[in-house]
Each structure stands twice: as C-alpha cells, then as structure tokens.
C-alpha cells in the first residue's frame, strides 16, 4: 500500500474510535470509598461541577451471547445518587470529583458499580 492509502485508512480508524467513543453516555467509577472521603473519576474537563448529581447504578449481569460468543452486560439497577462537592486534578487524566453518596453501597466491591448521568 502506498502511504498515502495508509494515512487515510489510519485517518478512518482514529475517526471511527471517536465517533464510537462519542455516542456513548459518559460515565464514572468510585476511585476510592472510606470514611475520609468518597472519590469519582472525572472533574472539571468533562463539565462536572459542585452541586451535579448522578445515578449510582449496580452492574448488570454478564452473559455470553451463543450467537456470537461476546460477552454482553445486562441493564443495572439504580441504587442512589451521588452529588458533587468538589472537583480536583491537575488536567483531564487525573481529574477526579468529590462527592456525598446517596446510595447503598457496598465499598468492598467497588468494581459492580457505575456512576453515570441521570436518567
């Protein structure tokens, strides 16, 4: 292939990737849970700010499709909210967000839940 042909099939890709990226809801993750404080990924960069609210939502199960043999996630339950307090972070890879958790959560597993914007 000439490079030419392999700039614009990279240029397709990278355009894919963002587009795909794009038309997916934003979402978050508890960073850390305890006593002191309780932590999200995301913060300023991403237009979260003190006051916004968010679902807290229970992973959904995850099964294997015999059709295709991916794994796909079912619908999550919601269990509360949380709402920013306060936001941090030097740039958009290591922002983060403080927040005030409305929610039954069980710290100990942290990974089954999703933060994501209110439906």
Partial sequence: MSDKAID?????LVENIINNCMDR???SYFLSF?????IISG?????????????VVKRG?????????????LPGTKVGTVEVLQTGGEDKNNEW????????VDSSN??????QEAK
Avoid: C, H
Avoid at 43 to 55: E, L, M, P, R, V
């Fill in 8 to 12: 614009a099939a990279i240029s397709k």
């Fill in 25 to 27: 809801p934003w979402k």
């Fill in 61 to 73: 199960k995850r099964v294997e499709n015999p059709q295709t043999g991916m794994i796909v996630e």
């Fill in 110 to 115: 942290l990974d089954s839940y999703i933060i």
């Fill in 43 to 55: 913060g300023a960069s991403q237009g979260i700010k003190a006051g916004d609210k968010f679902d």
């Fill in 34 to 38: 305890d006593s002191d404080a309780v």
């Fill in 97 to 104: 967000s403080l927040v005030q958790v409305y929610a039954s």
